[in-house]
């Protein structure tokens, strides 16, 4: 799931759109964008019962749910794991973050655990999407430690060099790199290896690189794959052993690269995991 996500947990919401008949009219969308195509962003918004979607995003969202009734406190795992690991490199000196692929705004996003802190922490976020950038200027207006840009994140040297990035970001200083919920919507054919790779390289030593990603985990997994392929043109969901791999060359943090509830959880945890607890993994990793 992307990074952050619009999560309505009021009585009104309904599973997959928000409150009833959706959005109250599917009219709301920023100049020039196209609501008969879905957008990943959204898709994750709709899952989580937000209001930012739209008709062709919540029937995504439908199937996934069918398919995985635990998708919603899918995403919920994702946040509790991001909210963990931001906080750990806070408090490890970490004072400025690269949140890639971060989707829509709620509570408790980068910039508000890492501020929780270190006030003067920075945050970067980067989405394709044109409407996190809308909503993401309206949460930030009055945060000057903290920007959103568009970019495409498949373009690593386009998005380093981005005047916004190298103003927040010093590449010389230790950086906090997040892809959370993301390189899992990049095909084997756009090279996400190569892209992971790119991004490390540019970091010095004393960074942390945070990564979830979906896992080919059960027989459900592998059929929400198929779905998300079919539906949404992404969604590749890979072995542990594969997302392990993105942290080669790195020093991998206790306890390594498992299933979201296992990462350094704050309450136990329950020795058999249900197919939902299985459906992401991530972990945490020290750049020397």
């Not at 945060?143 to 998005?159: E, G, I, Q």
């Not at 997994?221 to 993105?246: C, D, K, P, Q, V």
């Not at 058999?272 to 972990?283: D, H, I, N």
Request: charged content about 20%; aromatic content about 6%; overall charge negative.
């Amino acid at each position: 799931m992307s990074g952050i996500e619009d999560i309505s947990d009021g009585p009104e919401a309904n599973a997959v759109g928000g409150p009833p008949g959706g959005t109250g009219g599917d009219d709301w969308a920023p100049t020039g964008i196209d609501v008969s195509k879905p957008s990943i962003a959204r898709v994750y918004d709709a899952v989580l019962g937000g209001k930012d979607n739209f008709a062709v995003d919540r029937v995504i969202a439908q199937q996934s749910q069918d398919i995985v009734p635990e998708i919603g406190d899918v995403a919920r795992f994702n946040r509790d794991l991001l909210g963990r690991a931001v906080r750990f490199m806070a408090q490890s000196g970490i004072r400025q973050f690269l949140d890639l692929g971060s989707g829509l705004p709620t509570v408790q996003n980068t910039h508000q655990v890492a501020q929780s802190v270190a006030p003067d922490a920075r945050v970067v976020y980067v989405d394709i999407d044109p409407i996190v950038l809308a909503h993401g200027r309206a949460l930030l207006a009055e945060n000057h430690n903290t920007t959103v840009v568009t970019a495409d994140l498949r373009d690593p040297k386009a998005v380093l060099d981005l005047p916004q990035v190298r103003e927040f970001i010093d590449f010389d200083q230790p950086v906090g790199l997040m892809l959370v919920g993301v390189i899992h919507h990049l095909g084997d054919d756009e090279d996400p290896d190569g892209i992971v790779r790119a991004y490390l390289e540019a970091l010095p030593a004393g960074s942390y690189f945070l990564l979830t990603h979906f896992c080919a985990s059960s027989p459900d997994a592998l059929a929400l794959e198929g779905a998300l392929l079919t539906s949404l043109g992404t969604g590749r969901f890979r072995t542990l052993e594969e997302i392990t791999a993105y942290f080669d060359g790195l020093e991998l943090l206790d306890p390594g690269v498992v299933y979201l509830p296992q990462w350094r959880p704050e309450e136990p945890v329950a020795a058999e995991l249900t197919v939902g607890q299985r459906l992401m993994a991530g972990g945490l990793a020290l750049k020397h």
